[in-house]
């Protein structure tokens, strides 16, 4: 069974950084396509940036030169990396595989 388990996530004034953690058991990373995906309040679902098989990498046009997605295998575990974050970047943050499986969510606040 494949378990996505999300950490990092927090209070942030505006302008600084988080890190989010996706810690996954029952797969390998690596030979999936690896996403984290964004729910503010009252807002549908959207994804903020993607990993594939390859290492290539995608991102929502709002998070371009702020956020990065990695990843370290040995861990197997995804990151996000959030900089210069911003009030609109509030919402509950979601690791994905695949399309389908979700972990919990992390919150994160942009507030001052």
């Known amino acids: 069974q494949v378990q996505l388990v999300e950490s990092g996530g927090g209070l942030v004034q505006p302008g600084g950084s988080l890190r989010l953690s996706c810690a996954a058991s029952g797969s390998i990373i690596s030979n999936n396509v690896m996403g984290w995906y964004r729910q503010a309040p009252g807002k549908q679902r959207e994804l903020v940036a993607g990993i594939n098989r390859a290492g290539s990498t995608n991102y929502a046009d709002s998070v371009k030169g702020r956020f990065t997605i990695s990843r370290d295998n040995r861990k197997n575990t995804v990151y996000l990396q959030m900089n210069s974050l911003k009030p609109e970047d509030t919402a509950v943050y979601y690791c994905?595989?695949?399309?389908?499986?979700w972990g919990q969510g992390t919150q994160v606040t942009v507030s001052s």
């Open positions: 994905n595989q695949n399309g389908f499986i």
